[in-house]
């Protein structure tokens, strides 16, 4: 095809598709409108690499901005997109201009979940979703610096390690009973909460913010629903994120937090498809007809998926979802979803920070494997886990069986 394409949204998504659509070979224009004002950029690096001063802004660029010039693809950056008319095939700008599609691939990311409470707005009270709010959040850490950390899910504790790492007394406030509650085992969550203990990390679980005090307009604390307070000099929220779909509702797409698309990206309009953190789409390995993966790989399969499908290529099929946390020397990998599971195995030992733990189905087929500094189990649990294999839990939990002479045996039909 020799169309062109517009794609809505800057970050690694949309600049994985313009790459994997030049592969694929399409040689039409291709033009990026991205509201930041970096070419698409990595992540995962803002709240580690990046916060302890470990990553230059060359560093967290998925490709030098010029390989764009060399694949002829467009950058509009610093660029905000006010609408899509999907019947004329448009998308306005919101300095006025239009872009005329005859494909539109919508890569808009995520939004953050906002806490409402009062003071939030309060100058320290700070989020981290873009590199300019890393910017920020890694301006205020220093030695002895206050900070407390509202949400304890990945992006909350990864934050926590890097600020413990460079001097900072932090706070976790958590309103579940535990850490990681709506992502990981329960082992899981008494690792890390075990492991920031030890780091100097406070914990507050169970607990609610009411609101942050202010003076002059400046954070000087949190409060907590039972009544408790908490000076800091700078907070960071993350209490999760939803999917980025309000351009899409608007242009009459079908949404359910996240744009819903089918095994190829498509949307419910033909001439549009949607990747990455803002979509809502099919895990057939789980028999999920939708859900929303926020994750590096989810962007890179989709990327490819929608690129193939707009090039008339086979179609690429879809992975087992994978995911990965750093957090001080702990390397977290996560293969596989935690669907179905009638048992749970801890293999090694979570004490010296090396252990994996295995969801199994009553059939004993492999759902999901969470393996901390447990390379090879991740690895062995991808073929596993795609493959739906069949795993005898006691022979699991015996660690003196290597990783690869666990036996494993095909489902039966």
Not at 158 to 168: D, I, K, P, Q
Not at 385 to 394: E, K, Q
């Amino acid at each position: 095809m020799n169309d062109a394409v517009v794609i809505v949204g800057g970050g690694h998504a949309a600049g994985a598709f313009a790459a994997a659509l030049r592969q694929a070979g399409h040689t039409g224009p291709v033009t990026i409108v991205g509201a930041e004002p970096l070419a698409p950029y990595q992540r995962p690096p803002l709240s580690k690499a990046w916060l302890k001063g470990e990553a230059s802004s060359d560093d967290l660029l998925l490709r030098p901005e010029s390989f764009y010039a060399e694949k002829s693809v467009t950058l509009r950056l610093s660029t905000r997109v006010s609408g899509i008319d999907a019947t004329a095939r448009i998308v306005t700008l919101e300095n006025g201009e239009s872009l005329a599609y005859e494909q539109l691939v919508i890569a808009t990311g995520s939004r953050l979940r906002q806490l409402d409470v009062p003071g939030v707005r309060s100058q320290g009270v700070l989020e981290l979703r873009t590199a300019a709010d890393a910017e920020a959040i890694k301006a205020r850490i220093s030695q002895g610096v206050r900070m407390a950390i509202v949400g304890g899910g990945y992006v909350g504790l990864e934050v926590a390690a890097s600020a413990r790492s460079l001097g900072a007394e932090v706070t976790v406030i958590e309103r579940e009973p535990r850490l990681l509650a709506r992502v990981a085992s329960e082992p899981l969550s008494a690792f890390f909460e075990r492991r920031h203990r030890e780091q100097g990390v406070q914990l507050m679980l169970g607990a609610t913010v009411s609101a942050f005090d202010a003076q002059d307009g400046r954070l000087t604390g949190v409060r907590l629903a039972n009544g408790r307070s908490l000076a800091c000099d700078v907070a960071v929220v993350g209490i999760g994120a939803l999917g980025e779909d309000t351009l899409a509702k608007a242009a009459g797409l079908t949404c359910s937090d996240g744009i819903v698309v089918d095994e190829q990206c498509r949307t419910s309009d033909p001439h549009i498809h949607a990747i990455g953190d803002c979509t809502r789409r099919p895990v057939p390995r789980y028999g999920l007809q939708q859900m929303r993966l926020e994750s590096v790989p989810n962007a890179l399969e989709q990327a490819r998926q929608a690129a193939a499908d707009l090039c008339g290529k086979p179609a690429v099929k879809s992975e087992v979802p994978w995911f990965w946390s750093d957090q001080y020397d702990v390397r977290l990998q996560i293969v596989g979803l935690p669907v179905d599971v009638a048992q749970r195995v801890v293999r090694g030992d979570a004490a010296a920070g090396k252990f994996a733990v295995y969801h199994l189905d009553a059939q004993g087929r492999l759902q999901c494997v969470e393996a901390v500094n447990a390379p090879a189990e991740f690895v062995a649990a991808r073929q596993w886990a795609g493959a739906s294999m069949v795993l005898d839990a006691a022979r699991i939990a015996d660690a003196s069986i290597a990783v690869k002479d666990i036996p494993v045996k095909a489902p039966v039909a």
